[in-house]
Structure formats: structure tokens, C-alpha cells
């Protein structure tokens, strides 16, 4: 099986930045999809980036295009989540997600096999 951890979670204030991390171990391949999503109370889960396998190919929720980056370091087995300028809205748990397949659709959270445990992340007004 495949293990996430995230971190790098916490409380900023609206038009700060944070930086998450995910680390991958066990049974991992270079030929995945790895994936951040969020959740706030009361919501569904929400795609918010996904990068694919090793050319690294991204993609974005329409809610965070333009100000967040999401990529890998293959070396160190982590996918990172740049996220500027934070906005209250942006409040959430964020989670990280794995699937050890190239193709699927990234958008649905029930197709991902292995997931964190999550970060909070917080933006004050």
C-alpha cells in the first residue's frame, strides 16, 4: 500500500502563503496520479490540483487557477501545493491523494485509492 503525509497546515492571514507537503512511501511508482483536495464544514470534497506521473502534467480547480502551483520532487518522493494569496475561502481541510494509475478521472475523490490524513489550513479576514 501506498502512505501519505501531509503537512505544513496552519492559520494565515487573507493574501498570505503557504506551502504543503506531501510524502509518499510503500509500494509508489513514478507513473501515478497525485492529487490535493480540500474540504470545509458542510461542503463536499473539492478537487483542487493534480499533477501526473513523471512528465508531471497539472492541472487546476477553477477556484485556485492563478494562484496556486502544485509539484513533485521525484527524488524525495513529495508533492508540494504553493498556495498565494490566501483568501477566507480557502479555509479547509487540505488532502493529499494517490492513485497508482496514470488514468483517471482526478476530478472525483472516490476514484483515489490512498489518502492523507489532511492539514488544516486556516485564513483569517
Known amino acids: 500500500q501506498v502512505q501519505l503525509v501531509e503537512s505544513g497546515g496552519g492559520l494565515v492571514q487573507a493574501g498570505g502563503s503557504l506551502r504543503l507537503s506531501c510524502t509518499a512511501s510503500?509500494?509508489?511508482?513514478?507513473?501515478?496520479?497525485m492529487a490535493w483536495f480540500r474540504q470545509a464544514p458542510g461542503k463536499e470534497r473539492e478537487f483542487v490540483a493534480v499533477?501526473?506521473?513523471?512528465?508531471?502534467?497539472?492541472e487546476y480547480g477553477a477556484s485556485v487557477k492563478g494562484r496556486f502551483t502544485i509539484s513533485r520532487d521525484n527524488a524525495r518522493n513529495t508533492v508540494y501545493l504553493q498556495m498565494n494569496d490566501l483568501k477566507p475561502e480557502d479555509t479547509a481541510v487540505y488532502y493529499c491523494?494517490?492513485?497508482?494509475?496514470?488514468?483517471?478521472?482526478?476530478?472525483?475523490?472516490?476514484?483515489?485509492?490512498?489518502w492523507g490524513q489532511g492539514t488544516q489550513v486556516t485564513v483569517n479576514s
Open positions: 510503500g509500494r509508489t511508482s513514478s507513473r501515478d496520479t
Open positions: 499533477i501526473r506521473g513523471t512528465i508531471a502534467s497539472t
Open positions: 491523494a494517490n492513485d497508482l494509475r496514470l488514468y483517471i478521472d482526478y476530478r472525483d475523490p472516490k476514484k483515489f485509492d490512498y
